[in-house]
């Protein structure tokens, strides 16, 4: 049975644009609380069964649907778009950013502007335009498309055992994508942590991908986390993020118009988004002054 863990997690969509997910031992006290919450838990568990993918092999390779999401990201040279919580009829904002090619990254939130320039990220004050804390990017470093369900991979096999297998029959979360029409380019990306990785604190367990090659998205991705002291499993989902619709722009470029985020542990058991993403402008020239981290200091 492996040791008990609680994983710091902020609930939004944003940390998968963001960073790493810290992993810290927990205490006696708490596992003995964990074995009593375990068996409830398995008694009342409702989240989406991991084995109901029917999967082949395939003679594509993790080089292949990296190569093919990161060209599509080629052909974006601007975005400023904007992210609103839909779900049970809210309408609260998640975050506005700004992207410019080749690096130039900001996202704007309720209670904070995160700047990212060079392996630094800068936590700004809104009220008072003033930097609060500078941190670096960490191992995953900065996803700039990660929000846009593109690029968000190219990196995995720094830190993660990977395994491709192409999907036979689509799953149910996302069928209504493909008005009853079956999709012919659905590929099943699983990403377990090297051993090597296990101890660093900084690496979520496993991590599934589903990638459409026609869309060039990653409509499914699921974070695993080590299974709760007494539950008998070894892990259990704890997010899911699934596309629900998407749009066609330029030369073939897709990109999610509705999304799904659910945490399933405890302890993101409130994290319920039904994700709208708005794009405010496309390709469209955005002044350098909006990136300038010298007005914050």
């Known amino acids: 049975m492996k040791k008990g863990i609680v994983i710091n997690f902020s609930l939004s969509i944003i940390t998968v644009i963001a960073i790493c997910i810290v992993v810290m031992n927990v205490s006696a006290e708490t596992i003995l609380l964990n074995e009593d919450k375990a068996?409830?838990?398995?008694?009342?568990?409702?989240?989406p069964n991991p084995s109901l993918y029917k999967?082949?092999?395939?003679?594509?390779?993790?080089?292949?649907?990296?190569?093919?999401?990161?060209?599509?990201?080629t052909k974006i040279s601007s975005i400023h778009c904007r992210m609103t919580n839909t779900y049970m009829g809210k309408n609260d904002l998640i975050a506005e950013f700004f992207f410019k090619k080749p690096d130039k990254f900001k996202?704007?939130?309720?209670?904070?502007?995160?700047?990212?320039?060079?392996?630094?990220?800068?936590?700004?004050?809104p009220n008072t335009n003033k930097i609060v804390e500078t941190t670096e990017t960490g191992k995953g470093g900065v996803n700039y498309f990660g929000a846009l369900r593109k690029g968000n991979i190219s990196n995995l096999h720094r830190y993660y055992d990977l395994d491709l297998r192409k999907i036979q029959i689509c799953p149910d979360s996302i069928k209504t994508l493909y008005e009853d029409r079956e999709p012919a380019n659905?590929?099943?990306?699983?990403?377990?942590?090297?051993?090597?990785?296990?101890?660093?604190?900084?690496?979520?367990?496993?991590?599934?991908?589903?990638?459409?090659?026609?869309?060039?998205?990653?409509?499914v991705e699921r974070e695993y986390w080590l299974g709760v002291i007494g539950s008998g499993r070894d892990e259990d989902l704890a997010k899911e993020t699934v596309v629900k619709e998407v749009k066609k722009y330029k030369d073939d470029l897709y990109l999610p118009?509705?999304?799904?985020?659910?945490?399933?542990?405890?302890?993101?058991?409130?994290?319920?988004?039904?994700?709208?993403?708005?794009i405010i402008s496309l390709d469209k020239d955005i002044s350098d002054s909006e990136f300038d981290i010298n007005k914050y200091k």
């Open 39 to 47: 068996a409830q838990n398995l008694k009342n568990d409702k989240t």
């Open 55 to 73: 999967t082949e092999t395939t003679q594509k390779s993790i080089e292949d649907i990296v190569e093919v999401l990161n060209k599509d990201t």
């Open 107 to 125: 996202i704007v939130q309720q209670d904070k502007i995160l700047m990212f320039v060079g392996n630094a990220i800068y936590n700004i004050n």
């Open 186 to 219: 659905l590929y099943l990306i699983t990403a377990k942590i090297k051993k090597d990785e296990e101890e660093s604190g900084y690496l979520i367990n496993k991590k599934e991908f589903i990638v459409d090659l026609d869309y060039n998205l990653i409509v």
């Open 257 to 278: 118009l509705e999304i799904t985020v659910r945490g399933y542990v405890e302890e993101a058991s409130d994290l319920k988004e039904d994700v709208r993403l708005e």
